[in-house]
């Protein structure tokens, strides 16, 4: 019997390719968007209603495929929001916004899908982090704040519910060539900022990342080989080596010499 598995935010990006792949190899995938309709045309795949801060949106969700599948084993946390800038000029708003997605938006999704899946006595969740969530980045540290504040969430989750059979897992990926870019929130840049330089160089530096990023197709076939896994590990990365390396170093290293090597790579004194 096929695998059913949820994936949130699957309309574009990584979420829509992890989707394809999972549906390609026969996989019941259902996609989630806040926008169903925009995309039905683009997707081989069903697209549900879902908002990720509307927890009444992921219930219904949820039952939906409940009642068609009578149960769901993988979910796939993978709706998220970038946010760039210094931090003293983003507005709270847009920082409340930013966790409100990227954390307690996955933790809403949990809390609804973990009675199916004890019921059914088992089931995988992946939560979708980053490389960024290992490290503050200037003008990136809300961003990596969320991404780090739902690693570590995990960590404890898993641990709670592996008495039921349910095993969870964090994918950190680095750069990817998706549409992000266009869609985070980007504190504006100010004439009188003091700030502008150095935000301004940092920005475009983020942008050429992404556009310069790894095909999304290498998460799909990454979390493809983790679903298959017998007994998945807690953390993966997936992403360009140095990205990956850049974890490393941050361990090994003592935090000031670290601290100079990212302000030299973002050209910060």
């Given at each position: 019997?096929?695998?059913?598995?949820?994936?949130?935010?699957?309309?574009?990006?990584?979420?829509?390719?992890?989707?394809?792949?999972?549906?390609?190899?026969?996989?019941?995938?259902?996609?989630?968007?806040?926008?169903?309709?925009?995309?039905?045309?683009?997707?081989?795949?069903?697209?549900?209603?879902?908002?990720?801060?509307?927890?009444?949106?992921?219930?219904?969700?949820?039952?939906?495929?409940?009642?068609?599948?009578?149960?769901?084993?993988?979910?796939?946390?993978?709706?998220?929001?970038?946010?760039?800038?210094?931090?003293?000029?983003?507005?709270?708003?847009?920082?409340?916004?930013?966790?409100?997605?990227?954390?307690?938006?996955?933790?809403?999704?949990?809390?609804?899908?973990?009675?199916?899946?004890?019921?059914?006595?088992?089931?995988?969740?992946?939560?979708?982090?980053?490389?960024?969530?290992?490290?503050?980045?200037?003008?990136?540290?809300?961003?990596?704040?969320?991404?780090?504040?739902?690693?570590?969430?995990?960590?404890?989750?898993?641990?709670?519910?592996?008495?039921?059979?349910?095993?969870?897992?964090?994918?950190?990926?680095?750069?990817?060539?998706?549409?992000?870019?266009?869609?985070?929130?980007h504190a504006p840049l100010l004439d009188d900022s003091?700030?502008?330089?150095?935000?301004?160089?940092?920005?475009?530096?983020?942008?050429?990342?992404?556009?310069?990023?790894?095909?999304?197709?290498?998460?799909?076939?990454?979390?493809?080989?983790?679903?298959?896994?017998?007994?998945?590990?807690?953390?993966?990365?997936?992403g360009a080596f140095l990205q990956?390396?850049?974890?490393?170093?941050?361990?090994?290293?003592?935090?000031?010499?670290?601290?100079?090597?990212?302000?030299?790579?973002?050209?910060?004194?």
């Amino acid at each position: 019997m096929a695998k059913v598995v949820l994936i949130t935010g699957g309309s574009s990006g990584i979420g829509k390719a992890i989707a394809e792949f999972l549906s390609e190899k026969g996989l019941s995938v259902y996609g989630t968007s806040r926008s169903p309709e925009k995309y039905t045309a683009v997707c081989n795949f069903p697209l549900l209603k879902m908002d990720v801060l509307d927890p009444a949106s992921i219930s219904e969700a949820i039952a939906e495929i409940i009642q068609k599948e009578g149960r769901i084993d993988v979910v796939i946390n993978n709706a998220g929001v970038g946010i760039t800038g210094p931090i003293e000029e983003t507005p709270m708003a847009e920082i409340k916004k930013a966790f409100d997605t990227n954390l307690y938006g996955p933790l809403y999704v949990m809390k609804m899908v973990l009675p199916q899946m004890r019921k059914q006595q088992g089931g995988q969740i992946l939560n979708i982090t980053s490389i960024a969530g290992y490290m503050g980045l200037p003008y990136r540290g809300i961003y990596s704040a969320t991404k780090a504040a739902l690693e570590i969430t995990t960590e404890a989750y898993r641990m709670e519910v592996m008495q039921f059979g349910i095993r969870m897992t964090n994918i950190a990926p680095g750069d990817f060539a998706t549409n992000i870019a266009s869609g985070r929130y980007h504190a504006p840049l100010l004439d009188d900022s003091p700030y502008k330089k150095a935000y301004s160089n940092t920005l475009d530096m983020m942008n050429a990342h992404v556009e310069q990023g790894e095909d999304p197709k290498e998460m799909a076939r990454a979390i493809y080989k983790i679903i298959q896994a017998e007994n998945p590990r807690i953390h993966y990365k997936v992403g360009a080596f140095l990205q990956k390396f850049s974890i490393v170093l941050k361990r090994i290293l003592p935090d000031k010499l670290y601290e100079r090597m990212l302000m030299n790579h973002y050209k910060l004194k």
